[in-house]
């Protein structure tokens, strides 16, 4: 996965706060507040780019936030860098795998709401997390002198 910055504006609202992103048309975001358009944007952001890799579409690269034109029609309440993980595109592999084991996966990647592609690749995902992970080393309790 690709990370990726993307300038957001956060626009007043009579009541709430909208989000729009200047290089992704039709990818909107909202809330009652700045902070929690903020928030919610990231999450639309995330569900744009992963639709549009499955679409196969061209993913446009973040223009610099500074060079954003002000538009005087906008009541803008800030101007933001939204956070992304781009997805990259899924690739067919064809695996070998106990069966017992495999119909064990399928039970709990259903019962996940996931597809077996999904769930074997959210494992991988896990351990590939745990193995790149700094570990700290364990704490030595220390001896209260008498």
């Known amino acids: 996965m690709t990370t990726l910055f993307f300038p957001a504006i ?14 992704l048309p039709g990818c909107v975001s909202a809330g009652r507040t700045a902070q929690e358009a903020a928030r919610n944007a990231e999450e639309a952001l995330s569900l744009h780019l992963e639709g549009m890799v499955e679409e196969r579409l061209t993913i446009p690269p973040p223009s610099e936030l500074d060079r954003i034109a002000v ?6 309440a800030a101007r933001i860098l939204v956070r992304a993980e781009v997805p990259a595109r899924a690739q067919r592999v064809n695996i070998t795998m106990d069966e017992r084991l495999l119909a064990k996966a399928d039970r709990v990647a259903a019962e996940a709401g ?8 959210q ?9 790149t992970t700094p570990r700290t080393p ?6 209260k002198r008498a």
């Open 10 to 23: 956060i626009e007043r609202g009579k009541a709430s706060f909208g989000v729009f992103f200047p290089d």
């Open 71 to 76: 538009d005087p029609e906008i009541r803008e």
């Open 114 to 121: 996931l597809t077996r592609s999904g769930y074997l690749a």
């Open 123 to 131: 494992l991988v995902n896990i351990d590939l997390r745990r193995r």
């Open 138 to 143: 364990p704490r030595t309790g220390r001896r």
